[in-house]
């Protein structure tokens, strides 16, 4: 007889109407588990990394339909057959956590570097490697629902870290369950609900160096079937360096309703405004030796960009008799003025839908999981371009539509054919059409320009998972991604204007293993992986100092593997009586990104991103509240500056301290100091193809921050 799987963890499951229908046909399905009987399996328990870890709060024991609690959200990530990581928001609550560096910085296989304000580079696995704005190669979400354009491309300037209840990191292939599947994943920003709350009210104060300043307060309430929960975000700061001064508005809203039982809806509301004024590139040697200094034609131009971005989402979910039915819908509007090498003026929609569902069905006496799920999607974007004048619009050189539109279907299935091992199986189909119209009419661009192109395929996924223990699994999984080029990528500006580039999409086999778990006082998440890459959309700038946006062209052949690994062990306890302790966590992040026998640079590394990336976290927490964290963020080799390899920055270490209390009335204060030994280093490079044919050297270099102090109180009531 086919033994009967015991109770393990699973991912939250969903997928379409079809899919639903079908599944609902069969009457031997079983009842899928309820969400409390999800949360009370056994799961994995997250690596602590910065010794402030606190007692469950609200969050961690209620949810609702739409939006489970973060311990059904932390049993969901933790049963992916793959890496993933999962960061609850109270670990970074005491801090200053400004950017989604600050809030990522401590996922292993993660390479989050800051430009200047919310300017930064995200890659994962060395998705968009080269490039050092937009997001490309990772899929962005907010609540489980998109918040990319529709060409791919994606911005943090929504993300208020202070309006996050948690954050799951889908690496690769294993962001499957949301239908993502590029080289990057995908990275799923969840913002509280007034049941996920950490407390039903906050206000909280902070600021410190660069002349910043920040408020911010959140309030949630339930009211019978209504639920609604506000937050808002204000921040002010000078920069560090001349001409980098940032304004921040945002906004975050949403509202549930219990129209039956087992029938929920929830509306999420949006308002993001930012002004921030850019300082650009630098020579190495300013870089670090001036590293205050702002490039003479960012403050000549007004080099800035002001974005605001309106959202509006929503999910109606539905308990079925078997598994669970997720409707979502969303519709943004951004607005873009980014006076920089000229003026960038552009409007646009991106609008969807994707219903999901999922669920957990007894298959010949076996346990069988299954998510299925359909996502269309689409978006208009009016591009303009003008000339610089001061910051101000000149001559226009560029009156452009931008179309896209996404078609997917996917599903993903895991079958435990023993009670501790399962299979993994899956695949996504999609469509993605993109369309450029250069309507021209201009005095420097008089001819109209018309071209389309349409990405198709097929990106299966294999993979099994062990799970020996309740707190230990191994997986291996291997998956087949395609990385689709955005319009930054396909409208490239050169000697004829700005003209469309049909470009291929990037395809990939990525082979991982690894495990995670805990054993008495150490836990550990190690993954090994590799990827081969053909069509590698690979990016360099042609003048940095100028800002002229970066090329992208398609490499034949490049490799991409690395170690992606973080461990934590609690060296003592009661070290001054009951309830104290003492851990060490060791992040690292190996990064060996090659080009392979390319015709141009051979079997060069990949410029832009460096091999070996460290961090090393002590952590202390007393019960009385109090907590003290030095960390050191250590590069022993700086990166690339050009694909040619001819130029590398120096490597870096960094110091930093956070420390602060926690009070039993809800008033929390801390301090947050970075930098302290005041290290000059390079923190991001506009890399080029080759540094040694550049008269005078590249000015292609972004200083990190000096030493910092940042403080705040927090209330919660």
Avoid at 75 to 86: E, L, M
Avoid at 452 to 481: C, M
Avoid at 497 to 504: M, N, Q, R
Wanted: hydrophobic share 40%.
């Amino acid at each position: 007889m086919p033994c009967r799987q015991r109770a393990v963890p699973r991912a939250a499951l969903s997928s379409p109407l079809l899919a639903a229908g079908l599944l609902l046909a069969a009457p031997a399905f079983a009842q899928a588990p309820t969400e409390d009987a999800a949360t009370s399996s056994a799961t994995l328990s997250e690596i602590s990394v910065s010794g402030t870890g606190r007692p469950a709060a609200p969050g961690e024991t209620a949810g609702s339909l739409t939006v489970p609690s973060v311990a059904a959200q932390r049993a969901a990530v933790n049963a992916t057959v793959g890496s993933v990581a999962f960061v609850d928001a109270a670990t970074f609550q005491d801090r200053y956590a400004n950017t989604v560096r600050d809030v990522l910085k401590d996922v292993p296989g993660v390479f989050v570097q800051e430009r200047y304000g919310q300017e930064m580079r995200l890659s994962i696995r060395g998705s968009g490697i080269a490039r050092g704005f937009h997001v490309r190669g990772i899929e962005l979400l907010q609540d489980g629902i998109p918040l990319n354009l529709a060409d791919g491309s994606g911005d943090f300037y929504q993300i208020d870290p202070l309006s996050l209840r948690s954050v799951e990191v889908y690496k690769g292939g294993n962001a499957l369950t949301f239908g993502a599947t590029t080289l990057g994943g995908a990275v799923n920003f969840v913002t509280p609900t007034a049941y996920t709350a950490l407390a039903p009210n906050t206000v909280r104060i902070d600021g410190g160096s660069f002349g910043t300043i920040r408020e911010h307060f959140q309030i949630s309430r339930i009211s019978g079937p209504a639920d609604l929960l506000i937050s808002g975000t204000a921040t002010d700061s000078d920069g560090f360096r001349d001409h980098a001064t940032q304004r921040t508005r945002n906004l975050n809203a949403n509202v549930g309703y219990r129209l039956a039982p087992g029938v929920e809806t929830r509306f999420f509301l949006g308002y993001y405004d930012t002004d921030q004024k850019l300082p650009g590139s630098l020579s190495l040697f300013n870089a670090l030796n001036n590293p205050r200094l702002a490039n003479p034609s960012a403050i000549t131009g007004n080099q800035s960009r002001k974005v605001t971005t309106e959202r509006i989402a929503n999910r109606t979910s539905f308990e079925l008799e078997v598994g669970r039915l997720d409707i979502d819908s969303w519709a943004i509007h951004k607005n873009l003025y980014h006076p920089i090498f000229q003026v960038i003026d552009q409007d646009g929609w991106t609008y969807g839908v994707a219903p999901r569902w999922a669920g957990t069905f007894d298959l010949g006496g076996y346990r069988n999981d299954l998510i299925l799920g359909l996502r269309a999607f689409a978006g208009i974007n009016e591009a303009r371009q003008f000339v610089n004048v001061a910051g101000l619009r000149g001559a226009q050189t560029l009156n452009a539509r931008q179309s896209a539109s996404n078609y997917e279907a996917y599903a993903e299935n895991r079958f435990w054919f023993l009670p501790e091992m399962a299979l993994m199986t899956g695949a996504k189909l999609f469509s993605a059409n993109r369309t450029y119209s250069d309507k021209g009419g201009l005095p420097t661009n008089p001819a109209a320009r018309f071209a389309a192109v349409t990405y198709e395929g097929i990106n299966p996924k294999l993979g099994l998972l062990w799970q020996p223990l309740p707190e230990i699994q191994v997986f291996a999984d291997i998956t087949r991604s395609r990385d689709v080029p955005d319009f930054s990528d396909l409208a490239q500006t050169n000697t004829l204007g700005t003209t469309f580039v049909p470009l291929a999409a990037q395809r990939a086999w990525t082979y991982e293993a690894g495990s995670r778990g805990r054993i008495d006082r150490l836990a550990w998440d190690v993954t090994l992986y590799r990827a081969e890459v053909r069509d590698a959309l690979i990016n360099f700038t042609p003048n940095p100092g100028l800002s002229i946006p970066a090329a992208t062209f398609n490499a034949p052949r490049t490799r991409h593997q690395g170690v992606e690994a973080a461990v934590t062990l609690d060296l003592a306890e009661d070290l001054t009586g009951p309830g104290d302790r003492l851990s060490l966590t060791q992040i690292w992040t190996h990064n060996d990104f090659r080009f392979v026998g390319d015709p141009v640079f051979g079997n060069n590394r990949i410029a832009g991103v460096p091999v070996d990336v460290l961090r090393t976290v002590l952590g202390y927490r007393h019960p009385s509240g109090f907590y003290l964290a030095p960390a050191l963020d250590w590069v022993p080799q700086g990166a690339f500056a050009d694909h040619a390899n001819t130029l590398k920055v120096p490597g870096y270490a960094l110091l930093g301290l956070q420390t602060g209390i926690d009070f039993a009335n809800g008033v929390s204060l801390f301090v947050d100091a970075r930098n302290l030994t005041d290290a000059r280093f390079i923190s991001d490079i506009a890399v080029v193809t080759n540094a040694a044919t550049v008269a005078g050297g590249p000015v292609a270099f972004f200083p990190g921050n000096g030493r910092s102090v940042f403080g705040g109180v927090r209330a919660s009531f």
